[in-house]
Each structure stands twice: as structure tokens, then as C-alpha cells.
């Protein structure tokens, strides 16, 4: 059965999740994993869908685009994905971050994951408190593979130090998946 990646951008409204899965159902597509988020306003969806052999990307693409121009979202993308065997990354650790906000967080961290081979597997981000002076918040969760711990954790305390903000790294428990 072929499977496809889908996105799915717009202004947030309701209906947008029963609109795209009712697609999905009229093609007989099977949603095996989902994520989607709201952020001030503006939704986004992406979708692993797995569909009948007769079906191809050509009349998943048309059936959401139809969607899209209903409820005027900005856009929808569909990819075929051949083999989800090597994506599946799994979590091992979360990371935890705050401190007072400004410009650089994110990639100060996720340049030091990146640099040990860690993989990110998600990631949020929220403002917290006062609005005269907001505290950052960013939960990560990451597939830690082959990097040392140790010093992974050297690393993201130096990145705690260099940029003022508090970083912690613990297992994921495999009841919180």
C-alpha cells in the first residue's frame, strides 16, 4: 500500500481536521501518524497516510486540494514517501529549557544536538509570564542514538552558560510515549 506525506498551513478555523480526514476516508486512507499544532492562529498538519494500491498521489493531491480551496487554506502538500523504515527515529531524552528570551535559543542548542548526532524528534516552544519580561520555554525530545550522555550534557551546560538559560536532559520514560 503506497503511503504519502501530507501538510496542510492555513489560518486556523474548525472543521480543518474533519474536512482533510473525510478526504482521506473517501479514498479509503488510513492516517498511521499525525501531528498538528496551532500557533497564534495559524494551523498546521502533517500526516502519514497509507492508501489503497489503486490509488496514487494524483487523486490524493486533487481530493485536498478541493479542502484547500473550501476552507481557503494557504496551502497542502503531498509527498509519496517510499521507505518509512529509516525515518522512524525514536525518542530516548527530553531536554528542557528556560531563561529569559532572546534571539538564539533554538539554534544555540539544536547546533550543539546537531554537532553529537542527535536527533530531534520534536520540539515547542512557548512564551511564559509577565509580557515585560517573558520567560522562555522550549521542551525538546530527541533520540539521543549513539552520542555520549556525559557529554552531551557537558555540552548543553556550556550552552547554558553561554547563552543564560537553564537546559536539563533526562530519559523519556516509555510510558509517557
Same mark, same amino acid.
Given at each position: 500500500?503506497?503511503?504519502?506525506?501530507?501538510?496542510?498551513?492555513?489560518?486556523?478555523?474548525?472543521?480543518?481536521?474533519?474536512?482533510?480526514?473525510?478526504?482521506?476516508?473517501?479514498?479509503?486512507?488510513?492516517?498511521?501518524?499525525?501531528?498538528?499544532?496551532?500557533?497564534?492562529?495559524?494551523?498546521?498538519?502533517?500526516?502519514?497516510?497509507?492508501?489503497?494500491?489503486?490509488?496514487?498521489?494524483?487523486?490524493?493531491?486533487?481530493?485536498?486540494?478541493?479542502?484547500?480551496?473550501?476552507?481557503?487554506?494557504?496551502?497542502?502538500?503531498?509527498?509519496?514517501?517510499?521507505?518509512?523504515?529509516?525515518?522512524?527515529?525514536?525518542?530516548?531524552?527530553?531536554?528542557?529549557?528556560?531563561?529569559?528570551?532572546?534571539?538564539?535559543?533554538?539554534?544555540?542548542?539544536?547546533?550543539?544536538? &546537531?554537532? @553529537?548526532?542527535?536527533?530531534?524528534?520534536? *520540539? $515547542?516552544?512557548? /512564551?511564559?509570564?509577565? !509580557? %515585560?519580561?517573558?520567560?522562555?520555554?522550549?521542551?525538546?525530545?530527541? &533520540?539521543? @542514538?549513539?552520542?555520549?550522555?556525559?557529554? *552531551? $550534557?557537558?555540552? /548543553?551546560?556550556?550552552? !547554558? %552558560?553561554?547563552?543564560?538559560?537553564?537546559?536539563?536532559?533526562?530519559?523519556?520514560?516509555?510510558?509517557?510515549?
Amino acid at each position: 500500500m503506497p503511503e504519502f506525506a501530507v501538510t496542510a498551513i492555513g489560518r486556523d478555523r474548525p472543521g480543518i481536521v474533519a474536512a482533510i480526514s473525510e478526504a482521506l476516508l473517501e479514498l479509503q486512507g488510513n492516517i498511521e501518524d499525525s501531528q498538528m499544532s496551532i500557533l497564534r492562529g495559524h494551523f498546521a498538519v502533517m500526516l502519514i497516510v497509507k492508501l489503497p494500491e489503486a490509488m496514487d498521489a494524483g487523486d490524493l493531491e486533487g481530493r485536498l486540494q478541493r479542502v484547500r480551496q473550501e476552507l481557503e487554506l494557504e496551502a497542502i502538500a503531498v509527498n509519496r514517501v517510499d521507505d518509512l523504515s529509516m525515518a522512524a527515529a525514536r525518542p530516548s531524552h527530553v531536554i528542557t529549557v528556560y531563561g529569559a528570551d532572546h534571539p538564539g535559543i533554538v539554534h544555540a542548542v539544536s547546533a550543539a544536538l &546537531a554537532e @553529537r548526532g542527535v536527533n530531534i524528534t520534536g *520540539l $515547542e516552544t512557548r /512564551l511564559a509570564g509577565a !509580557a %515585560d519580561s517573558p520567560l522562555y520555554v522550549m521542551i525538546i525530545e530527541v &533520540a539521543v @542514538r549513539e552520542a555520549s550522555e556525559p557529554d *552531551l $550534557e557537558v555540552a /548543553l551546560g556550556e550552552v !547554558a %552558560d553561554d547563552s543564560k538559560i537553564e537546559v536539563s536532559l533526562r530519559p523519556l520514560a516509555a510510558e509517557a510515549l
